[in-house]
């Protein structure tokens, strides 16, 4: 087995609603907000994890494909899919426990997307301030709005770098790699990023895609948008 090459792909991740990827508890402060995104910890700008990436856009290809472990019985229902032989195993990887299976090494690397030199321009100068939505439930009898909780999110319109790079080895099917990332990211713009995507949260668009061969090859692009903007693409991986 032998890396053949390695594909770029990058482009623009724009916020078309508030966007809210929790920093976790570790990240509670006395007095804060119970529900704060992930900040980069020198710059304190928002962010979007690589793994939260890759990880959202994965979980959407094992449901479109029936991948995930679909064992009631299974300590792990529901968890992503570890056979270690599909593509999506292939590409996006294996715990680290897995030795069976023939899927080799992690296809996809998913880069920390940071936002655009606008948008840390804008940040730095305070023209960019974080939201604070709040979330009540509605108490069905009076009508009215019951323990608010507030929630940080990123505002919509804010644009983020997003980079990957898809590595390519001798034995592999470099379209179907592709098409299934491809799939991947036109299904996510369809679903959310983040947290409460079911009220509303984390709807993104990618635009300015380019897909570059062998890093020094810039100039060798392929618009995706119009790809992404038609409907999945139906043909059927196994
Ligand atoms: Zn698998």
Redesign the pocket.
């Known amino acids: 087995m032998k890396l053949k090459e390695i594909i770029k792909i990058s482009g623009i991740i724009k916020l078309l609603s508030g966007l809210h990827i929790g920093a976790g508890d570790s990240a509670l402060e006395i007095g804060g907000l119970d529900q704060p995104i992930i900040k980069h910890p020198i710059t304190g700008e928002p962010y979007i994890p690589g793994s939260s990436l890759k990880g959202k856009i994965r979980s959407l290809l094992e449901l479109k494909y029936g ?1 995930f472990i679909n064992d009631l019985n299974a300590k792990n229902y529901g968890g992503p ?6 593509l ?2 292939k590409v996006f990887g294996v715990g680290a426990s897995n030795k069976s299976g023939e899927a080799g090494p992690t296809r996809l690397l998913v880069r920390d997307a940071f936002m655009t030199e606008e948008w840390k321009e804008k940040f730095k100068n305070g023209e960019l301030s974080l939201e604070i939505k709040y979330e009540n439930t509605i108490n069905r009898i009076t009508g009215t709005a019951e323990h608010p909780r507030p929630l940080e999110r990123v505002p919509a319109g804010v644009e983020f770098e997003f980079n990957m790079s898809v590595r390519i080895y001798d034995q592999d099917n470099e379209d179907e790699i592709l098409s299934l990332i491809k799939q991947g990211m036109a299904l996510l713009q369809l679903d959310a990023l983040g947290g409460n995507g079911s009220r509303g949260c984390g709807h993104i668009e990618f635009s300015k895609i380019t897909i570059s061969k062998d890093s020094n090859k810039e100039d060798e692009e392929e618009n995706l948008n119009d790809f992404l903007r038609v409907k999945l693409c139906l043909e059927n991986i196994e």
């Open positions: 991948k899919c570890n056979c270690g032989n599909c999506i195993c």
